[in-house]
Nanobody, 124 residues
Framework: QVQLVESGGGLVQPGGSLRLSCTASGFTLDRYGIGWFRQAPGKEREGVSCIPSSGEGIFYLDSVKGRFTISRDNAKKTVYLQMNSLKPEDTAVYYC?????????????????WGQGTQVTVSS
């Protein structure tokens, strides 16, 4: 019953922008931290950003700081990842996930609920 669904991926040119959405069902989104991860072919999945239930203490991967912004709309049960100034290195499948805890963690094994992923391709 706990489900997360990502959307908003696509093909953009370097320097362009995309807004990803993660929509929840089967649980109360505003009680839990939600993380964004990404995985490029042949590479391990890495944490990109995470927003706690309080909205404070947000995490960003160093390489995306200043370019990506995470936010949440609890009424819509959705967490967003606004991605600006995109680079080819950002190309990956992006996933949202939750530990069903109020806080965020960089430890991937603690995220037990995952969406299906959405492809982001940055290329000219």
């Amino acid at each position: 019953q706990v489900q997360l669904v990502e959307s908003g991926g696509g093909l953009v040119q370097p320097g362009g922008s995309l807004r990803l959405s993660c929509t929840a069902s089967g649980f109360t989104l505003d009680r839990y931290g939600i993380g964004w991860f990404r995985q490029a072919p042949g590479k391990e999945r890495e944490g990109v950003s995470c927003i706690p239930s309080s909205g404070e203490g947000i995490f960003y991967l160093d390489s995306v700081k200043g370019r990506f912004t995470i936010s949440r709309d609890n009424a819509k049960k959705t967490v967003y990842l606004q991605m600006n100034s995109l680079k080819p290195e950002d190309t990956a499948v992006y996933y949202c996930a939750t530990t069903l805890r109020s806080w965020c963690t960089s430890e991937r094994y603690r995220y037990t609920y995952w969406g299906q992923g959405t492809q982001v391709t940055v290329s000219s």
